[in-house]
């Protein structure tokens, strides 16, 4: 069973940094791509970033140049670093991994609050 589990949302100022993880449970999960998507309150949920199972990020315009994402196989785990965040950036973040190479599935996490509020 794929479950992707999201955490370490929470409440920041503007300017300052979070790191988002979500883990990935199952045996396959290198070759899975792992996306990171938000939505915010009366918005549509849009694609932040992704990861593909060989480790390239690519990034929305909107974030480019202050989030990272990058991923850790032996951990089973996606990291979204954000920094210089914006209010803005508020929404909850949800994580997404995607099968590649075969491998077949298309699976969400329940999501976490990122709120950037002085």
């Known amino acids: 069973q794929v479950q992707p589990v999201e955490s370490g949302g929470g409440l920041v100022q503007p300017g300052g940094s979070l790191r988002l993880s979500c883990v990935v449970s199952g045996s396959m999960f290198r070759l899975y791509a792992v996306g990171w998507h938000r939505q915010a309150p009366g918005k549509q949920r849009e694609l932040v970033g992704r990861?593909?199972?060989?480790?390239?990020?690519n990034y929305s315009d909107s974030v480019k140049g202050r989030f990272t994402i990058s991923r850790d196989n032996a951990k089973r785990t996606v990291y979204l670093q954000m920094s210089r965040l914006k209010p803005e950036d508020t929404a909850v973040y949800y994580c997404n991994a995607r099968g590649e190479r075969g491998v077949q599935g298309d699976y969400w996490g329940q999501g976490t609050q990122v709120t950037v509020s002085s």
């Open positions: 990861i593909t199972s060989d480790g390239s990020p």
